[in-house]
């Protein structure tokens, strides 16, 4: 399992703590819908670090509070 795996696992179920609802797409991607209605596409596995750190801009600016990690 790479690391892109287990982070997306993570960042999944801290927005489902914060009332997010994440599901599958047909295209293998994941569908999150903030408890405010915003809606963000994106991967279900990422292919590279920067994919990952784009989507977690996608999803903070829609709503999710997520903690800065510090490099």
Request: hydrophobic share 35%; net charge positive.
């Amino acid at each position: 399992m790479g690391k892109q795996a287990k982070d997306m696992r993570e960042l999944k179920a801290l927005a489902e703590s914060q009332g997010w609802k994440v599901t599958p797409t047909g295209g293998g991607h994941l569908k999150w819908v903030s408890p405010q209605g915003a809606i963000v596409f994106g991967p279900s596995t990422p292919s590279d670090w920067r994919s990952m750190k784009n989507h977690v801009g996608y999803l903070r600016r829609a709503g999710l509070r997520v903690a800065h990690k510090r490099a």
